[in-house]
């Protein structure tokens, strides 16, 4: 009925319990515009939902002992060792550490979401029509922080630096580490930061303009975006979430420990930390909020609690969603894997997230 009503062009929801698909549906369009019915296995940009697959990046560095997670971004990124905060520049209070990217309270912001003058200079700033990664982030390390580091969960652009933390560790692009490390073992071959012409032709399609610029899928980035340059099927992702859910391994692959999973998808945000930022509002009873009973872990949201948040769930559960529409969760007590794909111009807290969780655990029944 949405799809006839043209609030979305079509989805693929896919589900898995107990590590077996139990239902894959795909819904609509494709493309609405060349009337391409939609595909199980078409691409869809997931956006925010990349954050994740950079954050066990970082993860397996880690626990190679390459990576300290608890040291200072600047240990590895020395353009931010003269971080200051505000337009008045204050120092900040403690340095800015590896752990603060991962559950965005670095002090960074995105500058989209918010008004006040540091919002305002990252605006200006045009960061993403740098010419690398790097460049990108050094532009970043100039801006002022909006926050003192571990005092707000701000989301923000703290992913695409750990993006970057990942490449000066690794001494490779991150679309090469994401591939050799992450995508490839697990066979995920149509996820990454843009697609071959094969691929493109699988690409779904929004029925108007997305508030991220769609750039042309099959060129090759300048920045590869750790924090929403991604592109993936709802197969391909699945398998992702299983690893997760499964603590670190799928089909005889280990991406990682147990023990590390457990360490990220456990709340990160200390009492202290405010959570009440403009984007958690926003997300509402998908954000780290105490009264929603969720907080954050590495990467993504997590539940903390069994009830406040008027969506069904578990405690222990964790998810993240896309600014185009692109939403999953993992209940680890369910043994329960879902996976939403749907391209629409700007999706916070849109109700398909609510109905599709709705939908699977009333169908829940042992």
């Known amino acids: 009925m949405d799809v006839e009503s043209k609030r979305i062009p079509g989805a693929v929801l896919l589900i898995a319990r107990n590590g077996k698909v139990a239902s894959l549906d795909a819904l609509g369009f494709q493309d609405r515009r060349a009337q391409t019915p939609m595909k199980a296995n078409s691409i869809f940009r997931v956006a925010s939902m990349s954050k994740l697959i950079t954050s066990v990046a970082a993860m397996i560095l880690s626990e190679e002992g390459k990576l300290d997670i608890g040291a200072p971004v600047a ?27 991962l559950r965005h309270t670095s002090g960074l912001t995105y500058g989209i979401f918010g008004n006040s003058p540091v919002d305002e200079l990252y605006k200006k700033s045009n960061m993403f029509a740098g010419k690398s990664l790097a460049d990108m982030v050094a532009t970043i390390a100039g801006l002022p922080l909006l926050h003192q580091p571990g005092e707000v969960w701000e989301y923000s652009v703290s992913t695409d630096v750990l993006g970057r933390v990942v490449e000066v560790v690794s001494g490779m692009d991150l679309d090469r580490f994401v591939s050799e490390r992450i995508t490839g073992p697990l066979k995920m071959s149509d996820t990454g930061f843009y697609l071959n012409a094969t691929q493109a032709s699988r690409l779904a399609r929004p029925d108007s303009q997305m508030m991220m610029p769609p750039g042309d899928p099959t ?148």
Not at 77 to 94: H, N, S, T
């Open 219 to 366: 060129a090759k980035p300048a920045i590869f975006s750790g924090g929403g340059g991604m592109l993936s099927t709802a197969g391909d992702y699945a398998r992702f979430c299983q690893m997760m859910l499964n603590g670190g391994a799928l089909d005889g692959v280990r991406i990682l420990s147990p023990h590390t999973v457990a360490l990220m998808t456990s709340d990160q945000l200390p009492p202290s930390t405010d959570r009440h930022s403009p984007v958690a509002l926003l997300l509402d009873a998908f954000g780290p909020t105490p009264e929603m009973g969720t907080g954050f872990g590495l990467g993504f949201a997590v539940r903390t609690a069994p009830g406040r948040n008027p969506v069904p769930g578990s405690v222990g559960d964790f998810s993240w969603a896309g600014i185009t529409g692109t939403y999953f969760w993992v209940d680890p007590k369910e043994k329960l894997v879902a996976v939403l794909m749907i391209q629409v111009p700007q999706a916070t807290d849109v109700p398909y997230w609510r109905q599709t969780r709705t939908l699977v655990y009333q169908a829940l029944v042992n």
């Open 75 to 101: 240990q590895y990124l020395p353009e931010f060792k003269e971080a200051r905060v505000g337009v008045d520049r204050v120092a900040p209070k403690r340095p800015m550490t590896v752990q603060d990217l």
